[in-house]
Nanobody, 123 residues
Framework: QVQLVESGGGLVQAGGSLRLSCAASEGTFSSYTIAWFRQTPGKEREFVAAISGSTGATSYADSVKGRCTISRDNAKNTVYLQMNSLKPEDTAVYYC????????????????WGQGTQVTVSS
C-alpha cells in the first residue's frame, strides 16, 4: 500500500509559479511511475505529467508542455511538479498518483492516489 500526500498548492496570480510536492510512504517508491492529474468541478480528472521510476523518463500533457517540469528525488520518496507561467485555466485540484506501469497516462492504471491540493490562479 502506497500512501501519497500532496502539498504546495495555493493561490497565485497569472504568470506566477508554484511547486507541488508528492511525498510517498512506500519504501519501493523508485519502482513506481508517479503522475500528476488535475480536476475541476464537473469535469473528468485529466493527466498533467508523469515520471517513471526506473529511468526518470517523463511525459506531459500538451496543455502544460513547456510550462511544467516533473522531477523526483527517490532518496526522499518525493516527486515534484514545478509549474511556471500559470494561467487561470490551470486552476484545479491537483492529485498525485502511483502506478506499477511504465509512464502510463491513463487514470485507470493508477492504483494509489493522494488527497489532492488546490491550485488557484487568479487573472
Amino acid at each position: 500500500q502506497v500512501q501519497l500526500v500532496e502539498s504546495g498548492g495555493g493561490l497565485v496570480q497569472a504568470g506566477g509559479s508554484l511547486r507541488l510536492s508528492c511525498a510517498a510512504s512506500e519504501g519501493t517508491f523508485s519502482s513506481y511511475t508517479i503522475a500528476w492529474f488535475r480536476q475541476t468541478p464537473g469535469k473528468e480528472r485529466e493527466f498533467v505529467a508523469a515520471i517513471s521510476g526506473s529511468t526518470g523518463a517523463t511525459s506531459y500533457a500538451d496543455s502544460v508542455k513547456g510550462r511544467c517540469t516533473i522531477s523526483r528525488d527517490n532518496a526522499k520518496n518525493t516527486v515534484y511538479l514545478q509549474m511556471n507561467s500559470l494561467k487561470p485555466e490551470d486552476t484545479a485540484v491537483y492529485y498525485c498518483a502511483a502506478s506499477r506501469y511504465f509512464l502510463v497516462v491513463t487514470m485507470t492504471r493508477y492504483n494509489y492516489w493522494g488527497q489532492g491540493t488546490q491550485v488557484t490562479v487568479s487573472s
